[in-house]
């Protein structure tokens, strides 16, 4: 355990949050400023922080314990910006939300394929549409597992810093519909290592912009890359924007 919490005290440095992100929410969202955003999978709290450019009334939320302690400690001083970070489980987040909530709800870091299946995910996009106002959005990224480089066997870049070795990669698992995501944990002082696997959904873009159209989501889109270049079948990863 004690490995995995100075995990996420190394994790803005291991997985540094690009401005990108903000810029593309900002070009190719509504003008004008979003009163409140949601952050689904916020991590360390980087890119949450750094939404207080574009909101200033921002809800960050994460499973990990360890990783909503970290953001916390760097949320911004400002006193006319509002910046929570909560310890949650999206599902349970998003039902829970008042209808109308939020302007812009994120979903970004792949964090949608922990979902199991589809009726989650539909479950997903039908609490997340409440909790949206009206012309409100709802982000995801997700690799694109049309990709015929991301199957079982493909490693992503090794990541670390000065105290922790951080690694990851896909593996087979029984059902052709998921993917096991393995990660290994190193602290180079200690020595100490640790393992976890978590089950992926390979859900598609095109799948998923699909069932948001059926529930109701009156505008999707599908991008390439937080350029706003249009979507390839070559593209490590997809983004979607659903507009209510």
Same mark, same amino acid.
């Given at each position: /355990?004690?490995?995995?919490?100075?995990?996420?005290?190394?994790?803005?440095?291991?997985? #540094?949050?690009?401005?990108?992100?903000v810029d593309f929410i900002e070009n190719f969202l509504k003008e004008g400023e979003l009163q409140r955003i949601l952050d689904i999978g916020c991590a360390s709290g980087e890119f949450a922080c750094q939404l207080s450019s574009a909101s200033r009334k921002i809800t960050g939320i994460d499973?990990?314990?360890? /990783?909503?302690?970290?953001?916390?400690?760097?949320? #911004?001083?400002?006193?006319? @910006? %509002? @910046?929570? !970070?909560?310890q949650a489980e999206m599902l349970r987040f998003l039902s829970d939300s008042a209808p109308d909530?939020?302007?812009?709800? $994120? *979903? =970004?870091? &792949?964090?949608?394929?922990?979902?199991?299946?589809?009726?989650?995910? &539909?479950? !997903?996009? *039908? $609490?997340?549409?409440?909790?949206?106002?009206?012309?409100g959005s709802l982000i995801i990224q997700i690799l694109n597992y049309s990709n015929p480089v991301i199957? #079982? +066997?493909? %490693?992503? #870049?090794r990541a670390e810093t000065g105290n922790i070795e951080f690694k990851r990669e896909y593996v087979s698992l029984e059902d052709p519909g998921e993917l096991g995501?393995? %990660?290994?944990?190193?602290?180079?002082?200690? +020595?100490?290592?640790?393992?976890? =696997?978590?089950?992926? &959904? =390979? !859900? $598609?873009?095109?799948?998923?912009a699909q069932m948001a159209k059926d529930i109701g989501f009156v505008n999707t889109h599908i991008f390439g890359g937080y350029d706003g270049k249009e979507c390839e079948k070559s593209d490590f990863f997809h983004l979607l924007v659903l507009e209510k």
């Open positions: /355990m004690r490995l995995y919490e100075k995990l996420a005290a190394e994790y803005k440095d291991i997985f #540094p949050s690009s401005r990108e992100k499973l990990d314990p360890f /990783m909503i302690e970290e953001a916390k400690a760097q949320s #911004p001083p400002e006193s006319d @910006i %509002t @910046i929570h !970070f909560e909530r939020f302007d812009l709800v $994120s *979903c =970004l870091g &792949n964090t949608i394929v922990y979902l199991d299946g589809e009726p989650e995910l &539909n479950e !997903f996009l *039908c $609490s997340a549409k409440k909790a949206l106002k009206k012309q199957v #079982p +066997g493909f %490693t992503f #870049p995501f393995k %990660t290994y944990v190193k602290d180079k002082s200690t +020595g100490e290592t640790g393992t976890d =696997l978590h089950r992926h &959904n =390979l !859900f $598609s873009s095109s799948r998923i």
